[in-house]
């Protein structure tokens, strides 16, 4: 079972300041991708990261995935309010199935 | 264009009472299927999936069953709920064989067991 591991836990933040959340595991994936949940919502797909290093930008998300294949991070610039939720990284498993990491709940106040 | 949707959006239910709650997909053939249940303010947890008709697999032991009797409609049903099944159960969808690993999510079911 890999161990796989999102931080923080919860972030609350200004509007307009920059953040980072972490999405760390012992093992090797073929790829992962990043969600953003908001209440009451399905997960909606934000990227996928396949290859080591990889760096993707959507507006002002960034998305890294480690060199190792082992670790992203999910960079946001200027947050805005709208940017409020619950972000889940999934990595591949390759067994038909993803892993959800448990998430890190955003909050940006206006 | 592909979509998912699931139904009922609400449910609350007593302890003991059956449950029965639908998924079903349009635009896409041969998808895989997948339910989760996700308890307040945590991740994803899988319970069953699917990658055919009649097909399902198991990753939890509980008493929930999942049937897949058709190639685009998923079902995830209970004899007897508990209150531990309350949660907020997502249906998701992903491209078959020579498909992605992108996974994309109805608009869940909030059940409440009373």
């Known amino acids: 079972t890999q161990l796989l591991e999102q931080s923080p836990q919860f972030l609350s933040i200004q509007e307009g300041e920059n953040l980072t959340v972490y999405c760390n595991s012992s093992?090797?994936?073929?790829?992962l991708q990043w969600y953003r949940q908001e209440p009451g919502e399905g997960p909606v797909l934000l990227v996928t990261v396949v290859t080591g290093g990889e760096v993707k930008k959507l507006k002002r998300l960034t998305f890294q995935f480690g060199d190792a294949r082992k670790d992203s991070s999910l960079h946001i610039t200027a947050a805005q309010p709208g940017d409020t939720g619950l972000y889940l990284c999934?990595?591949?498993?390759?067994?038909?199935?993803?892993?959800f990491g448990t998430g890190t709940r955003l909050l940006v106040s206006p | 264009s592909q979509t998912i949707h699931q139904w009922p959006a609400t449910l609350v239910q007593p302890v003991g009472s059956p449950l029965s709650l639908e998924c079903t997909v349009e635009?896409?053939?041969?998808?895989?299927l997948y339910w989760y249940r996700q308890a307040a303010g945590r991740g994803l947890q899988l319970l069953f999936y699917?990658?055919?008709?009649?097909?399902i697999s198991s990753e939890v032991p509980q008493n929930l069953s999942a049937s897949r009797p058709q190639d685009r409609q998923f079902i995830l049903s209970s004899k007897k709920l508990l209150l531990s099944d309350s949660g907020f159960y997502l249906c998701?969808?992903?491209?078959?064989?020579?498909?992605?690993?992108?996974?994309?999510f109805g608009p869940g079911t909030r059940l409440t067991v009373t």
């Open positions: 635009g896409t053939s041969n998808p895989n």
């Open positions: 998701a969808w992903r491209a078959g064989t020579g498909g992605g690993y992108e996974q994309y």
């Open positions: 093992s090797v994936f073929s790829s």
């Open positions: 699917s990658v055919g008709i009649g097909q």
């Open positions: 999934a990595p591949n498993t390759g067994f038909q199935k993803l892993v």
